[in-house]
């Protein structure tokens, strides 16, 4: 029965010689997970200033006006830290042997 150590020197001879392509692209993958969540959370950034604009054209308070970019962004930084945790668990979770 192979340790919990050789399992783990073979899995990382596999990663050098290049021999398993879908752990050589996890990198990739990642990556463009990370950079989606950036997407995210920019784009709530973007909707609540845009909804501040049309609030401020439309006659609302300027409380509203200013609240609405900073409601927008902690929901858009809440949204991202969902979506990153959850990436997070499935590498933890592909990692497993």
Do not use: C
Request: zero cysteines; aromatic letters at 14%.
């Amino acid at each position: 029965m192979a340790s919990h150590l050789d399992r783990e020197s073979d899995r990382e001879k596999e990663n050098k010689t290049g021999k398993n392509p879908v752990n050589s692209l996890s990198g990739v993958f990642f990556f463009g997970r990370m950079l989606s969540a950036a997407f995210l959370m920019g784009g709530y950034v973007f909707a609540g200033v845009y909804i501040a604009d049309w609030m401020g054209r439309r006659g609302w308070s300027s409380v509203w006006v200013v609240i609405m970019p900073i409601a927008a962004s902690l929901l858009g930084l809440w949204q991202g830290w969902v979506f990153i945790r959850g990436l997070g668990r499935e590498i933890k979770k592909s990692k497993k042997p």
